[in-house]
C-alpha cells in the first residue's frame, strides 16, 4: 500500500495505528473526512484499479441497514454492515464500479459502533436475524490488512441467536481454519463457471482453487454458502453451469452446504452505462444487449428465465427447495 488518507477524527485509532505499522513507507495524508477523496467525480476507477490507495475512515449515523426485500438465506431479518467500500478484485459484473466514482478502498475503524447497533437490532426486533458483511466488498479478502474476521467472529460466535455471512472469492480462509466452527457463521463462496470466470473475474481465485477452500471448509464442519449470481448468459451457458453444479456436488457433501444463492445480473440504468463505458470493450457487455425495465438495465425475461430455471432445475438434483433461493435485484 503506498498511499494511506486518514480522517484527521481516527489517526490515533487502534485499528489505523496497526495499519500505519503494517506499512511503515506508504505516504500518509490527512483528510476531514473520506468523502473528500473518495466521492470527486473526476476520478479514473479504471486507472486507480491498478494502484489503489486505503482510505481509514470513521463510519457515522447507521451502520447496519436493511437488504433489499429478497436478498435472504432463509431468514426473517436481514441486514449488511460494511467495514469496507470496494473490492480487492475486477470483475467485470461488480456493481461498485458503477456504484463509486473511487477504485480506492475506504476501511472504518470504528467497529465498536458497529457491534453496538447490531446489539441494538437484536434487542428491538423479533425476526430470526441475517447479517450480511460482503456487501460493499469481499469479506475476507483484505482480511490480512483489516482484522475484520478476527475481530468479528468472536462477537457473533457469542450470538448464536443471529447468522452472519461471509461472502467472499478469497482463499484467505486461514483464521476459519484455525477457529472452531460456528453454526450461525456462513462462509458464501462466489463460483462462476470456469470458462467465464477465466474471462472476466480478473484477479479473483480460480475456480477450481475456490472449490477446494469449500471442500476443506465443510469437512471442517463450518457452514457454507454457494452464491451462483450473477447468472451469465454465456453462449452454451446450459451445459457449462450443468457441468459446474454436477462438478461441485460431486466434490462436496450436499449436507455441508448451508444455502444456494441464484439471480440474473441486473443493474440500475446509470450504473450499467458507467460501466460500459469504463470497459467498452469488454466481452461481457457484447454477449446479449441490455435493456431498460421498470429503471433496471435486464436481459429479456426469456433470457433470464431460461437462465434461472436452468440452474435452478440443476440444483435441485443435488438440494432440497428450502436451501435455494433465488435473487431478483
Known amino acids: 500500500m503506498d498511499t494511506i488518507y486518514v480522517e484527521k477524527a481516527i489517526r490515533e485509532h487502534p485499528r489505523a495505528a496497526a495499519i500505519f505499522r503494517r506499512f511503515p ?7 476531514d473526512r473520506y468523502g473528500e477523496v473518495f466521492n470527486p467525480r473526476a476520478q479514473n476507477f479504471r486507472l486507480q484499479k491498478q494502484r489503489p490507495a486505503l482510505i481509514l475512515a470513521e463510519k457515522k449515523g447507521k451502520t447496519v441497514l436493511p437488504t433489499p426485500p429478497d436478498y435472504s438465506i432463509g431468514r426473517s431479518g436481514n441486514h449488511y454492515f460494511s467495514h469496507m467500500l470496494n473490492c ?61 474476521v478476527e475481530h468479528f467472529l468472536p462477537f457473533f460466535s457469542e450470538r448464536p441467536d443471529t447468522w452472519l455471512e461471509l461472502r467472499t472469492k478469497s482463499l484467505n480462509t486461514r483464521l476459519l481454519e484455525q477457529a472452531e466452527p460456528a453454526p450461525n457463521i456462513v462462509t458464501a463462496f462466489t463460483l462462476t463457471p470456469d470458462p467465464i470466470a477465466r474471462e472476466i473475474e480478473h484477479g479473483a481465485p480460480p475456480y477450481a482453487q475456490r472449490l477446494k477452500r469449500v471442500k476443506s ?14 447468472l451469465i448468459p454465456w453462449p452454451g451457458f446450459t451445459g457449462i453451469y450443468t457441468a459446474m453444479i454436477d462438478e461441485v456436488f460431486a466434490t462436496i457433501d ?51 428465465t431460461e437462465l434461472v430455471e436452468t440452474v435452478y432445475d440443476s440444483l435441485k438434483r443435488h438440494l432440497p427447495e428450502n436451501r435455494l433461493f433465488r435473487q431478483t435485484g
Open 25 to 31: 513507507k506508504a505516504t500518509v495524508i490527512e483528510c
Open 217 to 230: 471448509l465443510t469437512e471442517q464442519g463450518w457452514m457454507i454458502g454457494l452464491r451462483l449470481d450473477p
Open 88 to 148: 480487492l478484485y475486477d470483475c467485470r459484473y461488480c456493481f461498485l464500479q458503477g456504484m463509486y466514482q473511487s477504485a480506492n478502498y475506504v476501511l472504518f475503524v470504528n467497529w465498536e459502533d458497529f457491534e453496538t447497533q447490531i446489539d441494538e437490532l437484536r434487542g428491538t426486533t423479533s425476526d430470526e436475524l441475517c447479517l450480511f458483511s460482503g456487501y460493499d466488498c469481499d469479506s475476507l479478502a483484505m482480511e490480512s490488512i483489516t482484522g475484520f
Open 254 to 304: 450436499p449436507g455441508k452446504i448451508h444455502s444456494v444463492t441464484l439471480g440474473p445480473m441486473r443493474f440500475p440504468k446509470a450504473m450499467h452505462d458507467r460501466i460500459v463505458k469504463l470497459y467498452p470493450e469488454d466481452r461481457l457487455f457484447a454477449l446479449r444487449e441490455m435493456t431498460l425495465q421498470e429503471g433496471q438495465m435486464t436481459y429479456p425475461e426469456s433470457i433470464e
